[in-house]
Nanobody, 117 residues
Framework: QVQLVESGGGLVQPGGSLRLSCTAS????????MGWYRQAPGKQRELVAD??????NYVDSVKGRFTISRDNAKNTAYLQMNSLQPEDTAVYYC????????????WGQGTQVTVSS
């Protein structure tokens, strides 16, 4: 079983920055993809960014402000969030899928990001 642990959420003023981290642990053979999703109150969960075999995708609303990166040796993904706006307020979830050696698709517990003055 592969577990994901997130950290780095919190309260920040508009225009501020936060960095989220997500570390995978357990019996891991390979991680194909790691990504970040978010869910705001009353809204559906949406993909924010993911990184798969070096290919990176961002939702349009965060392009130019957020940067996803990954340290394969540490099984860790990061989300650097700059120029945060109130509409970025949400619970952010980490996701990873790969083989352990059986296929896995795991989610973190979520970390709250609140952007408010």
């Amino acid at each position: 079983q592969v577990q994901l642990v997130e950290s780095g959420g919190g309260l920040v003023q508009p225009g501020g920055s936060l960095r989220l981290s997500c570390t995978a642990s357990g019996s891991i053979f390979v991680i194909y993809s790691m990504g970040w999703y978010r869910q705001a109150p009353g809204k559906q969960r949406e993909l924010v960014a993911d990184i798969t075999a070096g290919s990176i995708n961002y939702v349009d609303s965060v392009k130019g402000r957020f940067t996803i990166s990954r340290d394969n040796a540490k099984n860790t993904a990061y989300l650097q969030m700059n120029s945060l706006q109130p509409e970025d307020t949400a619970v952010y979830y980490c996701n990873a899928w790969g083989r352990s050696p059986t296929p896995f698709n795991s989610w973190g517990q979520g970390t709250q990001v609140t952007v408010s003055s």
